[in-house]
């Protein structure tokens, strides 16, 4: 049966990914087949990115007002949208094809399959993509569906004035030769999800896992549209599910 394959943009819950809080939709008998591959504190990434060129920039500053205490604590109250990382969800398959568990609660060998294909994703995902530090991964076998929470910050180098090394993801997209955005619905991410999503089906057709790729009529888009048009049919139940999941696990720990 072929399946879908789903990018979607993360709440970016540190909490939720890393098991802090378990809601009512986890099975806490299988958080023992969860996989994390790096936990590192937002803080401390930061500093060991940043904390070279913001004792650079500081060294130079006269005026103690322009020195920066905190470029986490900059950027999160910047004011023009910034954001401290980015999360993505990464998904093969729906709970219907690809179900963790099979009839006898054991681990089911469509979900085994896309176990190998995320790890293998999450892997080699800091080589493909060196602008994008990673510093939370984790594989979720306590769900429906296998699926990975990324979160990255985006790192670009080269400033001529101010900070050196920066948090922007445009300009990482660009030194990792990401085409740039032509419109706002044909963005840089936009183009960098279509990459991922190639190498991401070629491990797929390594494991022999077949690929659907949901029917959009062509003739009312334009070529940017109808890209746009695919990657949301292909991941719109996939992004049920996951947000399904988050909203349920939100609404628990705030309760």
């Given at each position: 049966m072929a399946k879908t394959l789903s990018f979607v943009k993360g709440k970016g819950s540190l909490r939720h990914n890393n098991r802090d809080f378990v809601a009512s939709n986890i099975d806490k008998d299988r958080l023992q087949w969860n996989r994390y591959y790096i936990q590192q504190p937002l803080k401390e990434a930061y500093q060991d990115i940043f904390g070279k060129a913001v004792d650079d920039y500081n060294s130079k500053q006269k005026r103690n007002d322009r020195k920066i205490d905190d470029y986490l604590n900059k950027i999160k109250n910047s004011g023009n949208k910034e954001k401290q990382f980015y999360e993505i969800v990464v998904q093969v398959g729906k709970k219907d094809d690809t179900g963790v568990i099979d009839e006898n609660g054991n681990l089911s060998e469509t979900a085994k399959q896309a176990q190998e294909v995320l790890d293998?994703?999450?892997?080699?995902?800091?080589?493909?993509?060196?602008?994008?530090?990673?510093?939370?991964?984790?594989?979720?076998?306590?769900?429906?569906?296998?699926?990975?929470h990324l979160d990255y910050i985006p790192v670009a180098h080269g400033y001529k004035t101010g900070l050196k090394t920066r948090n922007s993801l445009t300009k990482a997209f660009q030194e990792m030769g990401i085409a740039p955005a032509v419109s706002k619905t044909d963005t840089e991410t936009m183009h960098w999800q279509e990459r991922e999503r190639k190498h991401l089906m070629d491990l797929c057709q390594d494991k022999g896992?077949?690929?659907?790729?949901?029917?959009?009529?062509?003739?009312?888009?334009?070529?940017?549209?109808?890209?746009q048009a695919m990657r949301e049919k292909e991941s719109a139940e996939a992004e049920v599910e996951i947000l399904k999941s988050e909203k349920i696990e939100i609404t628990e720990a705030i309760a």
């Open positions: 293998e994703y999450t892997r080699t995902f800091q080589e493909r993509n060196p602008n994008l530090i990673l510093f939370n991964a984790v594989l979720h076998m306590d769900e429906a569906t296998p699926h990975l896992i077949e690929i659907e790729v949901l029917g959009v009529e062509r003739d009312s888009y334009s070529i940017p549209e109808y890209k």
